[in-house]
């Protein structure tokens, strides 16, 4: 429950400290695009060399990564004017990819065996994608299907209670439940966080992007904190199956 918290705090950060940054940084989108993809490696860096699970290293890389996910969906809409359904399909298809090339590599997607570098490295690589396949399906449905973000967030919402329900009550696989829900994390955090921080004109709280990422920070904050000093959230992997041949 920590993890899918934290998870959606951080999509919310995403989209809101997304939009913060290209308001009020100067380089315009593609500039803040850069600034944060330099970030993003340096703290990626630092949680490869980890020899464990670090909660604050890993959130910090979850955090920009949905900064980054959401500057490159938004890269491809506003500067280059692909439409969002095509962005949409691009993203699905590469996330497919990813998981196909991890899957023929690894044999297992789970998260509790990403225990080598090839295997955080895929695992990285299908979380970014993630993202922006979350924020473009999300800018889909929430503007230009014009549904509005509360709207969309209660549907986002319903679709992972769904998910929830195939598993725990029809069998469906815990790892593609995971993702499943992971993916649809990415549009309800967006919905959230669009929801809280645009103005009433545009269906919004009109909290603005500054009040709505200090606040969501600061959770994320005392939640790290809280489990870097409880460990509430680490638990023992589970043994992998033998593969056979």
């Known amino acids: 429950m920590y993890f899918w918290v934290i998870k959606v705090l951080c999509t919310t950060v995403g989209e809101t400290a997304a939009d913060l940054l290209n308001e009020k940084l100067g380089p315009g989108l593609t500039g803040v695009s850069l600034l944060m993809s330099v970030l993003l490696i340096a703290v990626l860096v630092a949680q490869f060399r980890t020899k464990a699970y670090r909660p604050g290293v890993y959130w910090l890389a979850v955090a920009l990564i949905s900064v980054v996910g959401t500057l490159i969906s938004d890269n491809l809409t506003d500067n280059l004017g692909v439409p969002l359904e095509t962005s949409t399909i691009a993203f699905a298809i590469a ?8 899957y023929r590599s690894e044999r297992t ?13 895929f695992y990285w690589l299908a979380v970014l994608f993630t993202f922006a396949l979350g924020t473009a399906a999300g800018d889909l449905v929430a503007e230009q299907m014009d549904l509005g973000y509360w709207i969309s967030a209660g549907l986002f919402a319903l679709a992972i209670a769904a998910v929830a329900v195939a598993h725990f009550t029809l069998g469906l696989d815990a790892v593609w439940s995971f993702w499943i829900a992971y993916i649809l994390t990415r549009p309800l955090g967006a919905s959230i966080g669009d929801y809280l921080s645009q103005p009433t004109a545009d269906g919004g709280l009109g909290l603005g992007t500054v009040i709505t990422s200090v606040l ?8 790290v904190v809280f ?14 199956a033998p593969q056979a041949g």
Not at 95 to 102: M, N, S
Not at 227 to 240: A, C, M
């Open 227 to 240: 489990l870097t000093v409880t460990r509430r959230d680490v638990s023992e992997p589970e043994p992998l």
């Open 109 to 121: 997607l789970s998260i509790h065996h990403v225990d080598t570098v090839r295997r955080e490295s």
């Open 95 to 102: 996330l497919a990819v990813v998981f196909v090339a991890w």
């Open 216 to 223: 969501f920070l600061a959770v994320i904050l005392g939640l």
